[in-house]
Nanobody, 121 residues
Framework: VQLQASGGGLVQAGGSLRLSCVAS????????VGWFRQAPGKEREFVAS????????DYADSVKGRFTISRDNGKNTVYLQMDNLKPDDAADYLC???????????????WGQGTQVTVSS
């Protein structure tokens, strides 16, 4: 099982980044995928999720209207477009594959390495 997140970096407040999560085909095409983040000294928190076919989307209130999750099953990739970034968004961002096609905020079976997002004020 392989999951690889990328696309993090340093951005000014108000800027944008697009994160990518590539997974091995075997676990990807029939399962929901989620993004989570963890800042130093804080609990890991849910950011967004997308069902296997992209028909069900869910966002944390803190990112709603600013972040957009999408997926390309042909490329085994899920994206997280992050706009209007704020200093509070700075964290290590991780992607995870859910046990089921629809998904949710818990129940993730496979986790990848994170990608660091830093937002300067």
């Amino acid at each position: 099982v392989q999951l690889q997140a990328s696309g993090g970096g340093l951005v000014q407040a108000g800027g944008s980044l697009r994160l990518s999560c590539v997974a091995s085909r075997r676990i990807f095409n029939n399962n929901a995928v989620g993004w989570f983040r963890q800042a130093p000294g804080k609990e890991r928190e849910f950011v967004a999720s997308i069902s296997w076919n992209g028909g069900n989307l869910d966002y944390a209130d803190s990112v709603k209207g600013r972040f957009t999750i999408s997926r390309d099953n042909g490329k085994n990739t899920v994206y997280l477009q992050m706009d209007n970034l704020k200093p509070d968004d700075a964290a290590d961002y991780l992607c995870a594959v859910h046990r089921w096609p629809i998904g949710g905020r818990t129940g993730y079976a496979y986790w990848g390495q994170g990608t660091q997002v830093t937002v300067s004020s």
